[in-house]
């Protein structure tokens, strides 16, 4: 059938090369044989029977070949409807001429196109026919490749490499298990070992500890020491590594010796951002002692500048501003108003022998102390006058319970120093 085509497609290639027909010519329709229509409609190659092939890859095979036909069936399809067409209206025209200038020739003439059918919707129709038949076939194909390959077994290689792949893991997880059965006998069996070993290495860290909350092996105690400050500069200072939390009420005590005139200048101070006044200490000049809270000032009547050691207390309270000044275990001086209701504010810096502008710096010599500083420490409370009698006489030894006075809490800067310090006794016959 693609030979009697490939002939009419030719057919009309040659009648449409003109014009248009002369009045006395005649189309005459030769039929080709195959072989001559071979080279212009080629066939998809077959495969080669001699080589050995599985069941699945001809399967394989004969579906891509279906494949690859009807796709081309397709194409064939969609060419030669136009070429029919085309046929059709030329035949006509034939069979106008013949029946208008010969008429017995019909007749009587031989029929040169009787291989081909006269309708061309029979040739449609069969090409239809064909290419449905030749997806069924298609079809049938796949649904039998996709049986053959779900119900084929494994080949036996991999099942063997499979088989001894898992045997590999097995041993494996075997051998695994066993090795963590050995760890935990071990740990069993050398838990008193460990826990000596432990216990062992946590006294000898609480020993250090306890080493370290003595102090310094320059010193009897932690407390004994104190901190010297001879020159009126703004670079030598004490620093107090704590801060204060917030506070309502507390109660500020030291021993301190100085000799510096005129005014001993700021035995310490307390600033926090956007107070550099929080709680100040200061004899400034001929000024007397003053106490500074939230930059409100009290006049305290204390003298502490004849070069011996004394004993000075403040405390204070928010409510109504009420403080009391204690020089030597005596009370000399009380008052109020001074910064009612203000709580002192946290995370300040506390500076020893300086007076702050700025948290933590911008000191003024002018205001620096000279002297020596020991046993600065801070309460949360106003200490009752009796303990503070008790602390001034040394019949009690009473650490702050929010600043205490040791020497790992102190810091000393700008050619300040640490020196053992002498015994409360020692002081008070000073006095």
Not at 48 to 70: C, I, N, W
Not at 265 to 270: A, I, K, Q, V
Not at 289 to 311: C, M, R, T, Y
Not at 403 to 423: H, L, M, Q, R, Y
Request: proline share 6%; aromatic share 6%; glycine share 8%.
């Amino acid at each position: 059938m693609l030979a009697l085509l490939a002939a009419g497609v030719a057919l009309a290639v040659a009648a449409g090369a003109q014009d248009g027909p002369a009045p006395g010519n005649r189309f005459v329709c030769t039929a080709l044989p195959p072989e001559a229509a071979r080279a212009g409609c080629p066939l998809p190659a077959m495969p080669m029977q001699g080589s050995a092939l599985s069941p699945e890859e001809e399967l394989r095979a004969a579906v891509l070949q279906l494949r690859e036909t009807v796709v081309q069936q397709k194409e064939t399809l969609g060419s030669q409807r136009e070429a029919i067409r085309e046929l059709t209206a030329k035949l006509a025209r034939c069979e106008g001429l013949a029946g208008g200038k010969a008429p017995g020739r019909a007749a009587s003439g031989k029929d040169t196109m009787g291989d081909l059918p006269r309708d061309p919707g029979h040739v449609v129709e069969q090409l239809s026919r064909s290419l449905q038949t030749l997806k069924d076939r298609l079809e049938s194909l796949e649904h039998q490749l996709r049986v053959n390959v779900s119900s084929a077994a494994l080949p036996g290689d991999f099942r063997e490499v499979l088989q001894r792949r898992l045997g590999e893991l097995e041993r494996q997880l075997l051998s695994k298990v066993a090795e963590l059965e050995d760890e935990k006998s071990l740990l069993h069996n050398e838990t008193s070992a460990h826990r000596q070993k432990t216990e062992s290495a946590l006294n000898a860290l609480l020993q250090r500890v306890t080493e370290l909350e003595r102090g310094n092996s320059a010193f009897t105690s932690p407390d004994a020491f104190k901190v010297s400050l001879p020159l009126r500069t703004n670079y030598l200072y004490g620093k107090i590594k704590k801060t204060l939390p917030e506070l309502y009420a507390f109660t500020i005590c030291l021993w301190l010796r100085s000799s510096a005139s005129p005014g001993v200048g700021t035995p310490f101070s307390y600033a926090v951002p956007g107070q550099a006044n929080e709680i100040v200490l200061i004899e400034w000049g001929n000024n007397p002692i003053e106490l500074l809270i939230n930059d409100k000032v009290a006049q305290l009547p204390l003298f502490v500048s004849d070069g011996k050691w004394h004993h000075i207390c403040v405390t204070w309270t928010t409510r109504d501003g009420m403080w009391e000044a204690f020089q030597d275990g005596e009370k000399l001086g009380t008052g109020e108003n001074l910064a009612p209701w203000h709580p002192i504010k946290p995370g300040g810096v506390l500076t020893l022998g300086q007076e702050q502008d700025t948290v933590g710096g911008r000191f003024d010599a002018t205001q620096a102390f000279v002297g020596e500083l020991s046993q600065f420490n801070v309460w949360d409370r106003v200490l009752r006058a009796q303990e503070i009698s008790n602390i001034a006489n040394c019949s009690a030894n009473m650490p702050g319970n929010i600043i205490p006075w040791v020497d790992s809490n102190v810091d000393v800067f700008g050619g300040a120093s640490k020196w053992p310090v002498e015994t409360c006794e020692e002081r008070l016959l000073d006095l």
